[in-house]
């Protein structure tokens, strides 16, 4: 599967902004889905998870309650709506993909990549 992200951009803190992630290959429905993000001088940090089915989710302790992960599987996109957004989540953010909805919470489980987004929040 291939995966492109879209929808960075500048925002100030207390803004919100909303990803896109559009998958083309083999069937989107296959997989579960996510977003990682790496911030400057950092290692690639999970963010949000989604089943196949889209019927659960699962966030990292720091976006729980301000981002929330969705999909569409007849549009073969996955979204992620950040709100609250805070200067420290500033990072190039990274939808990805895998068979194994458990392997998308480290960076080196994850089978499918796509290219990042940068998002930056100002103060």
């Known amino acids: 599967v291939q995966l492109q992200a879209s929808g960075g951009g500048l925002v100030q803190a207390g803004g919100s902004l909303s990803l896109s992630c559009a998958a083309s290959g083999r069937a989107f429905s296959s997989y579960a889905v996510g977003w990682f993000r790496q911030a400057p001088g950092r290692g690639r940090e999970f963010v949000a998870r989604?089943?196949?089915?889209?019927?659960?989710?699962y966030y990292a302790d720091s976006v729980e309650g301000r981002f929330t992960i969705s999909r569409d599987n007849a549009k073969n996109t996955v979204y992620l709506q950040m709100n609250s957004l805070k200067p420290e989540d500033t990072a190039v953010y990274y939808c990805?993909?895998?068979?194994?909805?458990?392997?998308?919470?480290?960076?080196?489980?994850?089978?499918?990549w796509g290219k990042g987004t940068l998002v930056t929040v100002s103060s």
């Open positions: 990805v993909a895998d068979y194994n909805y458990r392997s998308i919470s480290s960076a080196r489980a994850v089978g499918y």
């Open positions: 989604i089943t196949r089915s889209g019927d659960t989710t």
